[in-house]
């Protein structure tokens, strides 16, 4: 009986890589119209697969406006099949909210042209899979996935991939070279081609559909026909044509990737090969048995853009979406969905794996920071719309001698620390001098929604600073301001906001409060409730948890050593030289002192080599000073320490990390992944030494890293920090890598925009534990890094320019998340309210959203609906009584809510 195969025609497009996207977008139009005229004059069959993306079609279209429709006319007939991605992602460097909203923006690209998108689950080049991807397609009706990297299964073509959640999803796993096999093995596209004859083509055709048929288990073989950047090969297309008519052996034919899942899916129970988790295993066999490479190194290349990424992530999710949606249902403004999709466009763009990856050439980095400051603008403006009307609107007025400061707290969880504020005092109120010739100081005090007074601590002022104020209808005004920072206690509701007013002394009356107990508590140390720090002469930091009475020492330490790599891979170099900071010149000074907060800045200067020396094969022995600035703080009734590192590099081809000992006696650790928290071995595969592409010590992570025991441990939060270590030495050091400077780009002979050099701003938290770890504390600690809190200062003017119709109470929370589930999104759709939350834990958990700030004639009869992923609704309408609904979620579940009547 004939084998039956399917004949898929695509081209994996990097939109931009070893050249930039305008010069691959030329690229692309050619390869699109040539499609069209293949199948205008009959040689070609059948459908073009888009790369499991629709952008493709997007950037053809920008050029050729004029082949709309037929491009529309092409996609109904079939022709044409898209989606579902809008770009394909790298799967560990960007959000659980970003893959999901890139899902949804190529689905609904490709839905605006009349068609439903592609339902093939497409990761064909990914480096490595995450441990939710079977969950997230499922949750989009998505029923199989393609996939290649971080596995080493070249005899399988079918696998079931089960995720975290227990999802379990059929794939078709690439043969030896991916998704590359059939252009390399049939098409020869490598190298200079020769011309073959039809013979050549037919018995290399031949061979190929064997070895398939030997591989795949059961079911359809799969020909894919989508190498990098390749057109269509008409020569060897029309001898493939002749087996579309039938053959003793094999019948193809030119279909597309769904058309295959539709009849594959038939045998999805007769699958027997296994895989779990997220798919992360380094290459194994020989390059002639197996071609794929993990490429583990990207985390920590080209960290700007790391950084850029992680900050306008969590400016739309943690503010822009959730503050329009509290403004919309507390003052009946309109949400900006045109603005926030524009703003999820610009930066989704920047999500292809080799552009946040960093390992393509300088142009294309540099278009990436465009695109992230195109997104920053619009999120920013889209949270300083909704927190200054949300500010405005709260009853009473504002008096011309004082000031409304509003400070927002984006988590669903209730806050009560020491917060840090910015203060804009109108530079007319009155200042005091401690003494005769000291530095004037303003004189004010702050009161809380209640009207009681609450004590300060001083950080720092600047004097008469300029500031623009925008009225609408008359032109901006130029006004001046003393900027003043304090730090304070403050309890912030759950998603919410608190008011305070801030009043003038009287003239030359000093506003000073006891500072009593200081928290600084000696020459080097510092020390609150929970934590005692000293800062040792080596600039290193020694800390008791007086909780648990452990004792940690050598932390905050700098490992600096070469990178021969480029963005793909770190390179580690046979002849290096490794050095640390505890050997260089260090320099300590007290910053901050008071009952609130204490700091401290650490400034070391290492001497390390200027570049590696690629003639000699090792470090130069010319040497740059790398200068690294760090302000450690503690906070009253803290469990954190709180680090915001400058490091001023010169210094080329190397990379920097910074180390934590934390003498756990542990055998694995935790680090978060998109919706998940994986557990990783410390120890590296025990035959580590026989793969063709080493394990290396370093991971991904999103916002935090932990190793414990049950005794002691450490987490260390961080954001736009992709890269962490747990190094498998008796003093388990938990290693965050800062940054890797390289020369290398490809196609190049080497381009500066890899090396890092100026002014690097890194943040950071590190937190003592003991078990048990609460994953979700450690999640929203990350959520809590990254997004801050925010604060809006009015004076009256300001105030009747942004107030509404509607008046708020001086304090209120839109939305309270009680138990251990993770609030991912926040934000208005067309099915209603949407919620979304993640469970973490290994177990089931119950979560209980409280809805504490909607006006009452709201909270009565609205209702909550479990939907997926497409907003499809899943079981029956859940009544919210009195602002309250408990959803029990499975472990790693994912659950989006929809809610009605708000």
């Excluded at 406006?65 to 044409?80: M, S």
């Excluded at 080493?152 to 070279?177: K, S």
Aim: aromatic share 10%; with cysteine; proline share 5%.
């Amino acid at each position: 009986m004939a084998h039956k195969a399917h004949y898929v025609l695509s081209t994996h497009w990097d939109r931009e890589w070893y050249q930039t996207f305008q010069v691959y977008r030329h690229r692309l139009v050619q390869l699109l119209d040539r499609i069209l005229e293949g199948w205008a004059d009959g040689r070609l069959k059948g459908p073009f697969q888009s790369d499991g993306q629709s952008i493709l079609l997007e950037d053809y279209l920008e050029v050729r406006p004029e082949r709309r429709e037929q491009i529309r006319q092409l996609l109904r007939e079939g022709k044409i099949v898209a989606g579902p991605w809008y770009v394909l992602p790298d799967e560990f460097l960007v959000s659980g909210e970003s893959l999901i909203r890139n899902l949804e923006m190529g689905r609904r690209l490709v839905r605006s042209w009349g068609v439903e998108p592609s339902k093939a689950g497409f990761l064909c080049d990914m480096f490595g899979h995450n441990s939710q991807m079977p969950q997230i397609f499922a949750g989009f009706g998505i029923p199989m996935g393609f996939i290649w990297r971080g596995t080493n299964l070249p005899d399988q073509r079918l696998v079931v991939w089960r995720g975290a959640d227990g999802t379990e999803m059929p794939c078709y796993r690439f043969g030896e070279i991916g998704y590359c096999s059939y252009a390399l093995s049939v098409r020869q596209v490598h190298g200079d081609r020769q011309a073959f004859s039809p013979e050549e083509i037919r018995q290399r055709q031949a061979a190929f559909l064997q070895k398939e048929a030997a591989k795949t288990e059961v079911g359809p073989l799969l020909i894919f026909d989508g190498c990098d950047h390749l057109e269509w090969d008409p020569d060897d297309y029309a001898i493939l044509a002749e087996r579309f008519e039938g053959d003793p052996d094999f019948v193809v034919t030119h279909t597309s990737l769904d058309a295959y899942i539709n009849e594959m899916l038939a045998f999805r129970n007769q699958i027997t090969t296994r895989i779990e988790g997220e798919l992360r295993e380094p290459a194994f066999y020989p390059f002639e048995v197996e071609g794929q490479w993990l490429i583990p190194g990207v985390g920590s290349s080209r960290v700007n853009l790391k950084l850029a990424n992680a900050a306008c992530q969590s400016l739309l999710c943690q503010w822009a979406e959730p503050l329009s949606v509290f403004a919309r249902a507390s003052l009946g403004l309109e949400y900006p969905q045109g603005f926030l999709d524009v703003a999820w466009r610009w930066l989704i763009q920047n999500h292809p794996h080799d552009s946040i990856c960093g390992c393509s050439i300088d142009r294309v980095h540099e278009d990436m920071l465009y695109r992230f400051h195109q997104c920053e603008q619009i999120g920013e403006r889209l949270t300083q719309e909704a927190t200054r009307r949300l500010a405005a609107s709260v009853a009473g007025e504002v008096a011309e001698d004082e000031l409304r400061v509003t400070v927002f707290n984006p988590l669903p969880r209730t806050l009560e620390e020491v917060v840090d504020l910015d203060l804009e005092l109108p530079v007319g109120w009155p200042t005091f001098n401690e003494m005769s010739n000291s530095e004037a100081k303003l004189g004010f005090r702050i009161y809380d929604a209640r009207g009681v007074e609450i004590p300060y601590q001083r950080l720092w002022q600047q004097m008469d600073q300029p500031r623009w104020r925008f009225y609408g209808r008359v032109l901006a005004q130029e006004t001046r301001v003393h900027r003043v920072r304090v730090s304070l206690p403050l309890s912030l509701p759950a998603l919410g906001y608190t008011t305070l007013t801030v009043r003038p002394e009287a003239p030359g009356i000093p506003t000073r409060y006891p500072m009593l107990p200081e928290l600084v508590v000696g020459e080097r140390c510092m020390a609150n409730e929970y934590l005692e720090v000293s800062i040792e002469p080596d600039g290193t930091l020694s800390l008791l948890d007086k909780r648990s009475g452990q004792f940690y020492s050598g932390l905050l330490t700098f490992e600096d050593r070469a990178d021969i790599g480029d963005g793909w891979n770190y390179g580690q170099a046979e002849h290096d030289q490794c050095f640390y900071s505890s050997g260089g010149r260090t320099s300590i000074a007290r910053v901050s002192h008071g009952k609130y907060l204490a700091s401290f800045r650490i400034r070391k200067v290492m001497e390390v080599p200027v570049e590696f020396d690629f003639h000699a094969l090792e470090r130069s022995a010319s040497m740059a000073e790398l200068v690294i600035d760090s302000l450690v703080t503690l906070r009253a009734g803290s469990d954190r320490l709180e680090v915001e590192t400058v490091v001023l590099n010169h210094a080329r081809d190397h990379r920097l990390r910074v180390l934590f000992p934390s003498g756990a006696q542990a055998e694995t650790y935790l680090a978060d992944s998109p919706f998940d928290v994986v557990e990783r071995p410390i120890a590296l595969r025990a035959d580590n030494h026989v793969y063709r592409e080493p394990e290396i010590e370093t991971k991904p992570q999103q916002s935090f890293t932990a190793v414990f025991d049950e005794h002691r441990g450490l987490a260390v939060i961080s954001s736009g920090l992709m890269e962490s270590a747990v190094i498998d030495v008796p003093e388990r050091i938990l290693a965050l890598t800062l940054f890797r400077a390289t020369r290398k780009t490809v196609g190049t002979s080497g381009e500066p925009g890899g090396q890092m050099q100026g002014e690097l701003h890194f943040r950071y938290w590190l937190i003592p534990l003991h078990a048990p770890v609460d994953r979700a504390l450690l999640l929203y600690r990350g959520l809590q890094l990254a997004a801050g809190q925010r604060a809006v200062c009015l004076a009256s003017a300001e105030q009747a320019f942004y107030r509404q119709e509607r008046r708020l109470p001086p304090e209120a929370g839109f939305l309270r998340v009680q138990g251990a589930a993770v609030l991912t999104s926040l934000r208005q759709t067309e099915a209603g309210l949407e919620v979304r939350l993640f469970n973490p834990e290994t177990r089931i958990e119950k979560a209980t959203l409280h809805f504490t700030g909607l006006p009452a004639a709201s909270q009565r009869g609205f209702f909550a609906r479990r939907v997926d992923l497409d907003h499809r609704p899943l079981g029956d309408a859940l009544e919210v009584e009195g602002g309250q609904l408990s959803i029990s979620l499975k472990p790693k579940e994912i659950v989006t809510l929809a809610f009605t009547g708000i």
